[in-house]
């Protein structure tokens, strides 16, 4: 059964930092490639990076990049997002997910999607 979990949601104040972890199960990364997306209420999901299944190739969207780092540790088959310079508009429901497309970005293209892990910043 192919299932992600995330962790490392939280309260932090504006300009810290937070690590979230996807750790999947009944796959490995080296078949499904992986996003973490974000969502506030009354707002479409978006994502904010990826992480290509066949060479770990990383992708952001354009206000994450430099801020925002997507890793993944094959051995445990767990990828992070690590968050720095974390802002008040950062605040959001994180949600990891799996795609059976490799090099997949969009919401719509994930098929498998954990419960999400809540991130506050707070001013």
């Known amino acids: 059964q192919v299932r992600v979990v995330e962790s490392g949601g939280g309260l932090v104040q504006s300009g810290g930092s937070l690590r979230l972890s996807c750790v999947a199960s009944?796959?490995?990364?080296?078949?499904?490639?992986i996003g973490w997306f974000r969502q506030v209420p009354g707002k479409e999901r978006e994502t904010v990076a990826t992480?290509?299944?066949?060479?770990?190739?990383?992708w952001y969207a354009k206000s994450m990049k430099g801020r925002f780092t997507i890793s993944r540790d094959v051995a445990k088959n767990t990828v992070y997002l690590q968050m720095n310079g974390l802002k008040s508009e950062d605040t959001a429901v994180y949600y990891c997910?799996?795609?059976?497309?490799?090099?997949?970005?969009?919401?719509?293209?994930?098929?498998?999607w954990g419960q999400g892990t809540q991130v506050t910043v707070s001013l």
């Open positions: 997910a799996a795609s059976l497309w490799c090099t997949a970005s969009t919401p719509k293209e994930h098929e498998y």
């Open positions: 009944g796959f490995t990364l080296d078949d499904y490639g």
């Open positions: 992480i290509a299944c066949d060479d770990g190739t990383p």
